[in-house]
C-alpha cells in the first residue's frame, strides 16, 4: 500500500473533514457531561451537540454502545469511500478485523460461538473466508499470520492457544503498521505510527512480563523477525527494567528518534510508568503523547495527514463519551472518569 | 518547409512571437485550472455540510482563474502589438526571441502563482468554513498572491510594448507580407 496520491487529491474530504472538526467535543463538554447531576441532564447535554441526532430519547442513553459506534463507524466509512486512498481508515478498521479474527480463532478452540463482532473491512460472513482461504483485501501480512498459525497449529498445547493467538496476530498488525508508515508521506502520520507501534509493543513486552507468561513462545511468536541484539528482546530476555539506553535504542530502530528534545520527552513519558506495574496511566499518557503528536495536523490546509489527525480525534471521542456515558449510567465516580479521559483533538 | 522556418524563425521573429503567445496562454490556463480544483475541491468538501456559504466559497473558488485570463491578455498583447493579428511580418528575429522569453517568465509566473493561490485559498476556505462571519477578511490570504500575478502581467504587457514601438528594438522600415494571407 503505497500513498502516492498527490495532495490536492484529497482537498474534498480536506474541506468536509475542516467542518467535521468544529463538531468535535472539547475536554469543557466532557467536565460539562461529568457534572450532570442526573440522566435527564446528561440527556440534554447531549442533545446540545451533533449527538443529537442518534440520542433523541432518554430512554437511548441506555443504549448508548449501539448508538456511538453507529456514529463512530458511519464517520469512519463515510470518510474510507470519499478519501483518495482507503489506506488510513482501514488502520483504524483492520485493527477490528484482527481482533475479530482472534475471536473467532478462540471460540473455535473452545466450541463456542464468538461473543461479539466489531466493524472492520470485512464482513461477519467473510471472516471465515480469511481463516480457509483468505481474502485478496486483507493485508498480506496479516494473511500470512493466518497461515503460520495454521502451520503452528498442530505442535501447540491447546491451553497456550488462546494466548499464541494473541502474539501472532498482535505481531502481525503491528507488521501491518510498520508497513504502513514505511509507504507513508507525511512525516507527522509516520511519527505517529512509528511511536504508536513501540508504545504498543512496550505494552504487550510489559504484559508478559508482569503476568510471569511463558516467554518461549512469546520470544518464538512475538519476536520472530527482530535482530538477536535487539532492545525489545534484552527486555523480554530477563528481569532487565527499561532503561533510557534501551529506550534510545528501541526508537533508533523505530525510525522515530527525531530530535533530542522529542527523545527527552518520550523517555519521560514512558519511563515513568515502565519501572512499574503497566497500569491504566501508561495508556492514558501514551495516548496523550499521541494526540500531542497528530493535533499539529488541524492545522494543514489539506492533505492525507488533516484527514487523519480527525480520525484519530474521532477515535478519541468515541472513547471518551463511552467512558463517561457508560461511566455516568453505572454510577461511577466522578474523578475516576476524569482521570481516565484523554485529551481531545480540539 | 526550411524556406518557411527561415522566413519565420531567422530573417523575422515571427515564428518565436507565436510561440511566445501559445506558451503563455497555454500554460496560464493550465495553472488555473489547477488552482481552480484544488479551491473548487476544498470548498466542495465544505458545501457538503455548510451548503449555505456558497456565496462566500464562490469568490474564494473562482480567485486562481484570474492567471488565465492575465495569460489570455498577454497573448492578445503579444498579438496586437507584432502584427499577428495585422498579417504582417514586421518582427525582427531579435524582438521575437525577446518576446518569447518575456512570454516564458510570464506564463511560468502566472502558472505558479494560480496554483499556489489555489492553496492559499483553500486555507481561506478553511476559515470561511470555520468561522462564516470571516469570509470577508478571509478573501485576503488568496488575494495577496494575486499581487505577484499582476505585476508579471504588467511587466510583460510594459516590455512588449517597449520592444515593439517605432524607434525600439521592433524598428525595422521594410515589411514583408506573409506567405498565404
Given at each position: 500500500m503505497k500513498h502516492d496520491k498527490l495532495n490536492y487529491e484529497w482537498c474534498y474530504i480536506s474541506g468536509r473533514v475542516n467542518v467535521l472538526e468544529c463538531q468535535l467535543l472539547s475536554m469543557n463538554f466532557y467536565e460539562r457531561l461529568l457534572s450532570s447531576q442526573n440522566i435527564g441532564n446528561l440527556f440534554a447535554n447531549l442533545n446540545n451537540t451533533h449527538l443529537k441526532k442518534y440520542f433523541?430519547?432518554?430512554?437511548h442513553l441506555y443504549e448508548f454502545e449501539m448508538l456511538l459506534d453507529d456514529y463512530y463507524y458511519d464517520r469512519l466509512y463515510e470518510i474510507r469511500t470519499l478519501a483518495p486512498d482507503t489506506g488510513f481508515c482501514d488502520l483504524f478498521l483492520i485493527k477490528n478485523d484482527v481482533i475479530n479474527l482472534k475471536n473467532i480463532l478462540k471460540a473455535s478452540i473452545s466450541d463456542r460461538e464468538p461473543d461479539r463482532y466489531l466493524r472492520g473491512t470485512i464482513d461477519k460472513d467473510k471472516l471465515n473466508a480469511v481463516w480457509q482461504v483468505g481474502v485478496k483485501s486483507f493485508p498480506e501480512v496479516l494473511n500470512e499470520a493466518v497461515l503460520y498459525f495454521k502451520g503452528e497449529m498442530k505442535y501447540l498445547k491447546k491451553a497456550w492457544m488462546p494466548f499464541i493467538i494473541d502474539l501472532i496476530f498482535d505481531s502481525a498488525y503491528l507488521k501491518y503498521i510498520e508497513f504502513v508508515c514505511r509507504d507513508n508521506s507525511a512525516d507527522i502520520i509516520r511519527r505517529y505510527l512509528a511511536i504508536y507501534r513501540i508504545t504498543r509493543v512496550i505494552k504487550i513486552i510489559m504484559r508478559v512480563l508482569t503476568l510471569k507468561l511463558a516467554k518461549g513462545p512469546f520470544e518464538k511468536?512475538?519476536?520472530?523477525?527482530?535482530?538477536?541484539?535487539?532492545a525489545f528482546r534484552e527486555l523480554v530476555s530477563g528481569s532487565t527494567q527499561l532503561s533510557e539506553k534501551m529506550l534510545c535504542e528501541m526508537l533508533v530502530e523505530t525510525h522515530c528518534y527525531t530530535s533530542p528534545a522529542e527523545y527527552e520527552n518520550i523517555v519521560k513519558i514512558l519511563s515513568a510508568e515502565l519501572?512499574?506495574?503497566?497500569?491504566y496511566r501508561y495508556d492514558i499518557m501514551t495516548d496523550n503523547y499521541l494526540m500531542d503528536i497528530i493535533?499539529?495536523?488541524?492545522?494543514?490546509?489539506?492533505g492525507a495527514e488533516k484527514v487523519f489527525g480527525y480520525l484519530c480525534g474521532l477515535t478519541t471521542e468515541f472513547f471518551n463519551l463511552k467512558l463517561v456515558i457508560g461511566g455516568l449510567i453505572r454510577g461511577v465516580e466522578n474523578n475516576l472518569l476524569r482521570e481516565r479521559l484523554r485529551k481531545t483533538y480540539v | 518547409m526550411i524556406e518557411l522556418l527561415k522566413l519565420y524563425?531567422?530573417?523575422?521573429?515571427f515564428g518565436w512571437v507565436i510561440i511566445g503567445a501559445v506558451f503563455v496562454v497555454t500554460v496560464s490556463c493550465i495553472g488555473s485550472a489547477k488552482g481552480i480544483l484544488i479551491s473548487s475541491s476544498q470548498a466542495a468538501g465544505i458545501l457538503s455540510e455548510k451548503p449555505e456559504l456558497f456565496g462566500k466559497m464562490l469568490v474564494l473558488m473562482a480567485l486562481p482563474g484570474t492567471q488565465g485570463f492575465y495569460g489570455f491578455i498577454c497573448a492578445i498583447m503579444i498579438a496586437l502589438r507584432t502584427g499577428i493579428i495585422g498579417g504582417?511580418?514586421?518582427?525582427p528575429t531579435t524582438v521575437g526571441v525577446s518576446i518569447l522569453l518575456i512570454a516564458i517568465c510570464a506564463g511560468v509566473v502566472e502558472y505558479l502563482t494560480a496554483v499556489i493561490q489555489g492553496k492559499a485559498a483553500t486555507s481561506a476556505i478553511n476559515l470561511t468554513g470555520k468561522q462564516p462571519e470571516e469570509g470577508g477578511r478571509a478573501i485576503l490570504i488568496p488575494a495577496l498572491v494575486e499581487t505577484y500575478a499582476v505585476i508579471a502581467l504588467l511587466i510583460s504587457i510594459l516590455l512588449i510594448t517597449w520592444l515593439t514601438r517605432?524607434?525600439?528594438?521592433?524598428?525595422?522600415?521594410q515589411t514583408i507580407p506573409l506567405p498565404g494571407f
Open positions: 433523541t430519547h432518554v430512554k511468536y512475538f519476536l520472530t523477525g527482530l535482530n538477536a541484539n535487539n519501572s512499574k506495574k503497566i497500569s493535533r499539529p495536523a488541524k492545522y494543514t490546509p489539506f | 524563425f531567422i530573417q523575422t521573429g504582417k511580418l514586421t518582427i517605432e524607434g525600439g528594438l521592433s524598428y525595422t522600415p
